[in-house]
């Protein structure tokens, strides 16, 4: 009796306060602090608090259902616990107090135009506070095995798969086989299905779930399975047994509290989106107020668009002609502890990347026929590419979606594509990563031609990656051809030289390190081609992502837990000759920047736990943080992760649980409307949305990103 007394008068505290706090003042009152707040008819503004007084650096959240998509917006408070949510369309919205050390507040109605204080709600444990911390914190109590115990190996020794020689290829392929794709920190990663049960067998019998198994048991596969699934056993049975993080996060503070995030749903609780576009790379103002285009891979051949300004989600169905494209559906898998037996993948496309032309038309990296190439790509073609570098399959080819007309369009390209860049020149040459290591090439496609004459062959060129080992400024016998291929992909915004960066054994499972690589075409690429490769420092490693600067400068996250950037201008060398392939002639071009978090108990402090699937740099000043600034997509802290004057930026999501996005870009709707007319747009990126807060109720979402000049700008 006692005990339910307690419980009942500290529920029955909570609701008395939430009622003479969250009261609703007329617009323009003073109240409780708020009366510098100017809310206008479209705000939401107030003060929280809690026992201790105001709660700076928390998170207020505006969510309401009466729009055609759910809807959301986030703010942050002042140093005084000040809060305003501008922009609200018009509905009534459920309103609650999220940040670290608490715990949720009451959901309190409101509509735009009120003052609305809330109370904020202390953590009554730590466990409880842990909830709301970001997924890396959690997954850096995983027991990185020692560097003792590389090489690997085996089967008959210590389980590690003698594929794995040092310690950060562990690391490396936790992070971009695993981390990447999954979310490990999530609350659906970090606990185990109950139905699978705990231990070895639980990781097991986990990973045959689902249509992703097969890629999963391959990355598994290659760390050794013995050993990985040991390992990762090991720490959820631990945190299912009631240990916490070693390390807590800070609040957002400076300009990090100037964050505004406003969020629509999008597709459906069942499919996931790799990344998506709102305009053109090099025009911002293009397509402004316009739709956003997802790409959603493996899941579906459904497009999903959302039109911002009058909140709308729809879909457009790529179309897959030739019958034989494998789906989705083929994929082998157990029954999903979430969706049963059901397949919940039916993609045939792959869709994986989405780029827009300087005319509003959206190329899509995506899958249009079954791998074994036409003639012309093969050996005994007189296409001058198949020459050099016959192609006997490509995964993925390359579409284009023209929202004038409402038709698609087809590249049949020889090379398997991944992700794609325009370049500045007159043929808006398209150029296109392989992803893997499995071809080895570079790819393009001539864009004008391709849209002039429909003719795929003609549009077409690729070329092997080779470095001038024997240093006589040309291609030749003497050379050295490259296995790696490039993941990300960037043209040069200051010559004809186009950068990318091939990922380390975590992601391309073969023993080599990630580079960074600059291709420098000449007159024939097919035949003239030649490549520079760099990989980074002592201490840092496996480049994943790669952007630039206006004047030239590279940008690329690290599994070492850096970003980094990459001046070639620096190098003092020539980066040619007998040792051009190890990529260690221009240390001088490095500069690397830690990663905020933790990092595994036992490694490198200069390095963190945290880790990124992508890099943008936003050369026009989108967000609001200057030009040229790097903007890393931080899954490992569920955040967006900027590089300004040499200091990071951490630009948190904190809603839904579990932000993990891939690709940004930025665009200007109206010049004239300073912090409000522009933003950064990105979305979920998780294969396992429904692993995050929400769980299968847990749509896809798009988020626009802003910057304010301060937290109650309106």
Sequence with gaps: MGTTRIAYSGVAAIVIAVFLTAYQAPLGAQQGGASAIRIGANDLGGVIRSAKGPEAGVWVIAETTELPTKFAKVVVTDDRGRYLIPGLPKANYSVWVRGYGLVDSPKVQAAPGKTLNLTAVPAPSAAAAAEYYPGMYWYSMLKIPAKSEFPGTGDKGNGISANIKTQEAWVDTVKNACQSCHSLGSKGMRAVPKEFGGGIAGWARRTQSGQAMSNM????????????????????DRIAGGELPFAKPERPKGVERNLVVTMWDFSTPKYYLHDGISTDRDNPGLNANGPIYGAPEESTDMVPVLDPVNHRP????????????????????????????????????????AMMDSEGRVWFSARIRPAPNPDFCKKGSDHPSAKVAPQENSLRQVSVYDPKTGKWAHVDTCFSTHHLYFAKDANRTLWLSAGGPASGVVGWVNTKLFLE????????????????????????????????????????????????????????????????????????????????????????????????????????????????????????????????????LCPEGWTLYRMPGPQFKGLDPSGSANHAYYIWVDRYNTLGLGANVPIASANGAESLLAVVDGKMVDL???????????????????????????????????????????????????????????????
């Design 314 to 353: 729809y879909f457009i169905k790529h179309p897959v002609d030739n019958p034989k494209t494998p789906s989705s559906t083929s994929l082998p898998m157990q029954p999903s502890a979430y969706w049963g037996k059901e397949p919940i993948w039916d993609g045939h496309s792959s869709i994986h990347n």
């Design 652 to 714: 948190r999501v904190p809603y839904p649980l579990g932000f993990n996005t891939k690709l940004v870009d930025g665009r200007i709707d109206d010049p004239n409307a300073g912090w409000k007319g522009k933003g950064l747009w990105t979305m979920s990126g998780t294969r396992t949305v429904f692993h995050n807060e929400g769980g299968t109720q847990n749509s896809p979402k798009v988020y626009k990103i802003q910057i304010r000049p301060d937290p109650l700008a309106n």
């Design 217 to 236: 048991a391959l990355g598994l596969g290659y760390m050794g399975i013995d050993a990985a699934l040991k390992n990762f056993a090991d720490w959820t």
């Design 453 to 584: 004459t429909g003719d795929s062959a003609k549009s077409q060129g690729w070329t092997p990656i080779i470095v001038d080992t024997n240093g006589n400024g040309r291609r030749d016998e003497g050379d050295t051809r490259l296995t790696a291929a490039f993941y990300g992909i960037m043209p040069s915004p200051v010559d004809d030289s186009v950068w990318g960066q091939s990922m380390g054994i975590g992601f391309g499972r073969m023993d080599q390190p990630g580079y960074v690589i600059r291709l420098i075409p000449g007159s024939n690429p097919a035949e003239t081609a030649l490549a520079e490769v760099f990989v980074p420092p002592e201490g840092a490693w496996s480049p994943r992502g790669i952007d630039m600067t206006t004047d030239g400068v590279v940008w690329t996250p690290l599994a070492s837990g850096h970003i980094a950037s990459f001046d070639r201008r620096k190098c003092q060398k020539p980066q040619n000759g007998p040792d051009a392939a190890t990529g260690k």
